[in-house]
C-alpha cells in the first residue's frame, strides 16, 4: 500500500507564495508520475502540475505556468509545489496523487487546503 501525506497548504495574500510538500510512504516502484491536482467548491477537480521519477518530464496547467514549479527529492520520496504569485483563484483543496505506472493515478493525499485572500 502506498500513503501520501501533504503538507503546506494554509492562508495567503494575494500575491504571496507557499510550497506544498507531498511525502510517499509504503511501495517503491521503479516508474511514477506523481501529479498535483486541486478543487474549488463547485468546479472540477483540475490537474495542475507533474512530475516524472526521474524529474525530466513536467506538466503544468496553463492556468499556474510561469507561477507554480513542481520538483521532486527522490532520497526523500517527497515532491513539491512551488506556489508564487497566488491569485484568488487558486483557492482550492490540493491533492497530490500517484500514478504508479498504470496510466492513472490509484493513490490520493488527503488534501490540503490553499486559501488565498485577495
Known amino acids: 500500500q502506498v500513503q501520501l501525506v501533504e503538507s503546506g497548504g494554509g492562508l495567503v495574500q494575494a500575491g504571496g507564495s507557499l510550497r506544498l510538500s507531498c511525502a510517499a510512504s509504503?511501495?517503491?516502484?521503479?516508474?511514477?508520475?506523481m501529479g498535483w491536482f486541486r478543487q474549488a467548491p463547485g468546479k472540477e477537480r483540475e490537474k495542475v502540475a507533474s512530475?516524472?521519477?526521474?524529474?525530466?518530464?513536467?506538466y503544468y496547467a496553463d492556468s499556474v505556468k510561469g507561477r507554480f514549479s513542481i520538483s521532486r527529492d527522490s532520497a526523500r520520496n517527497t515532491v513539491y509545489l512551488q506556489m508564487n504569485n497566488l491569485k484568488p483563484e487558486d483557492t482550492a483543496v490540493y491533492y497530490c496523487?500517484?500514478?504508479?505506472?498504470?496510466?492513472?493515478?490509484?493513490?490520493w493525499g488527503q488534501g490540503t487546503q490553499v486559501t488565498v485572500s485577495s
Open positions: 496523487a500517484l500514478d504508479a505506472g498504470a496510466g492513472r493515478y490509484d493513490y
Open positions: 512530475i516524472s521519477r526521474s524529474g525530466v518530464n513536467t
Open positions: 509504503g511501495r517503491t516502484f521503479t516508474s511514477w508520475v
